[in-house]
């Protein structure tokens, strides 16, 4: 069974960073297809990041370019999101996703079937 655990979540402020984890156990990360996700109050869930498995190419929302890297350690089987500059408009539960081949190819959601429990990022202005 697979599981995602995410950490690094927290409170900081408008400008700061944070590198968030998600760390698998019943699967290798570098064989599927890994998203972040992100879901604030009164609104959709959002893609943010993607990596693949298929070449190893990453994906990124436009509201987040520039500010986020989505990278991965295999020795530690975990995938993380460092965000940096961030803005109050980035407060939301962010969620690592995964997916196995052929999906997982971008940031649709329900391309990914499991899902870890969420980490809080808050962001003050």
């Known amino acids: 069974e697979v599981q995602l655990v995410e950490s690094g979540g927290g409170l900081v402020q408008a400008g700061g960073s944070l590198r968030l984890s998600c760390t698998a156990s019943?699967?290798?990360?570098?064989?599927?297809?890994i998203g972040w996700f992100r879901q604030a109050p009164g609104k959709e869930r959002e893609g943010v990041s993607c990596?693949?498995?298929?070449?190893?190419?990453?994906y990124y929302a436009d509201s987040v370019k520039g500010r986020f890297v989505i990278s991965r350690d295999n020795a530690k089987n975990t995938v993380h999101l460092q965000m940096s500059m961030l803005k109050p408009e980035d407060t939301a539960i962010y969620y690592c996703?995964?997916?196995?081949?052929?999906?997982?190819?971008?940031?649709?959601?329900?391309?990914?079937?499991?899902w870890g429990q969420g980490t809080q990022v808050t962001v003050s202005s």
């Open positions: 996703a995964a997916a196995r081949w052929p999906y997982g190819l971008g940031l649709k959601a329900d391309e990914y079937e499991f």
């Open positions: 019943g699967t290798a990360l570098n064989d599927d297809g």
């Open positions: 990596l693949t498995s298929s070449d190893g190419s990453r």
